[in-house]
């Protein structure tokens, strides 16, 4: 949809833990190689938490990083979103757990569920405070530690995940010709059960079966979210871009979440767009579901990969299914 928010991202951080695990490490839980992960993935490593790191601590480091890049204090935040599928306890929010940590106000902050596309719902709805006016300056993270919920005897899945955090701080812009100009979100829960965690929850209480049983890891169907996502990829790049007028040549840079290599060069060729305009980190991190598309976001302005009057695209899509676009003039 056509929208004119005027915002601006004033600040970016992220956070990956030291710890680097190559795809030979993973040999010794999995029948696996370098070879098969590299060349179906695109990914070499991923970071995965040392002892005594959370999402919370990654969290708060990514978030601190981007308050010193906008020169704000805690103090300054009005909202806080967390964007997260592991979050510290299932209860309360991590949102409210990071605004103790930062030492805020006691300003809202809520977590969001949307997988992989997490980031990317809760950068729009941040905007959306800022443009109606009930915040100044909202604080979106994205943050996830995927090796909580990675089932070490599982080679589908195992090889993909990795662990990290992103964060923005969104305010209005003065200038009206920079900000948001379009967003599609979407769900589809008819194919929610592709990717889940089948134990944990309401359904499935924990209990000493469902540990033995291994529920409380990630299942996935990877052939079936693979055709979904190439294609829908697609189809929400160029939706996006259509709903705004803007041409796919005019985009500096697309920032999609990072699943598979393969994936997003498949949906960049059926697109006719260079893969020089895409941001790629996948060979470094993995997939961190939420924290992916921050990560990257911020890694493209820290390079200089994108500059202030650039046209650029917030992609991504994930379990529930879902998906998501922001395009927007940063
Ligand atoms: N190492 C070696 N062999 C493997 C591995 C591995 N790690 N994993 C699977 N294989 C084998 C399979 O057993 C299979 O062997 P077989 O032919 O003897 O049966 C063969 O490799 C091919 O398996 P496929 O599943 O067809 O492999 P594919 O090319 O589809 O790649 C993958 C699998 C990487 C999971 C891919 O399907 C994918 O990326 N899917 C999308 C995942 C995704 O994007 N998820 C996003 C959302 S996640 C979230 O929201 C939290």
């Given amino acids: 949809m056509k929208v004119a928010w005027p915002i601006e991202i004033v600040g970016t951080g992220a956070y990956l833990p030291d710890r680097i695990v190559t795809n030979d490490e993973l040999r010794q839980y ?3 190689s370098d070879e098969w992960i590299a060349q179906r993935t695109g990914i070499r490593q ?8 959370t999402t919370l601590s990654l969290a708060t480091a990514a978030s601190r990083a981007a308050l010193a890049d906008a020169g704000l204090t805690p103090q300054d935040l009005d909202l806080i979103v967390v964007a997260t599928i592991t979050p510290e306890h299932q209860l309360p929010a991590t949102a409210c757990l990071l605004q103790a940590a930062l030492g805020c106000r006691w300003i809202p902050a809520y977590d969001l569920a949307a997988a992989c596309s997490g980031f990317v719902w809760a950068f729009q709805a941040g905007a959306q405070y800022v443009v109606s006016g009930l915040a100044e300056t909202v604080l979106v993270v994205g943050a996830e530690v995927l090796s909580n919920i990675t089932d070490l005897q599982d080679r589908q ?49 924990a209990s000493h079966r469902t540990v033995d049983e291994r529920l409380h890891y990630m299942r996935m169907q990877g052939r079936d979210v693979y055709k ?26 697309v920032i999609p979440h990072q699943s598979n290599l393969r994936i997003i060069e498949s949906a960049c060729e059926r697109l ?37 009057g650039d046209w650029v695209l917030l992609v991504a899509f994930g379990a529930g299914l879902t998906w998501g676009a922001v395009l927007l003039r940063i």
């Avoid at 991923?46 to 790191?53: D, S, V």
Wanted: with cysteine; charged share 25%.
């Fill in 30 to 32: 999995v029948d696996t």
């Fill in 46 to 53: 991923r970071r995965w938490i040392a002892p005594g790191e």
């Fill in 157 to 205: 899945t195992c090889v993909l995940f990795g662990d990290g955090a992103g964060a923005a701080i969104i305010r209005r812009s003065p200038d009206p010709t920079r900000g948001i100009v379009a967003v599609r979100l979407g769900a589809d829960g008819d194919r929610g059960r592709l990717i889940y965690i089948p134990a944990g929850g309401a359904k499935e209480p």
């Fill in 228 to 253: 979904f996502a190439v294609t829908q990829m697609e189809a929400v790049i160029a939706e996006t871009c259509a709903d705004a007028g803007v041409a796919l040549d005019d985009l500096a840079c």
């Fill in 272 to 308: 006719s767009l260079p893969l020089e305009r895409v941001l790629i980190n996948i060979d470094r991190y993995g997939n961190t579901s939420a924290a992916s598309v921050a990560v990257a976001l911020h890694e493209a302005r820290a390079t200089g990969r994108v500059r202030a």
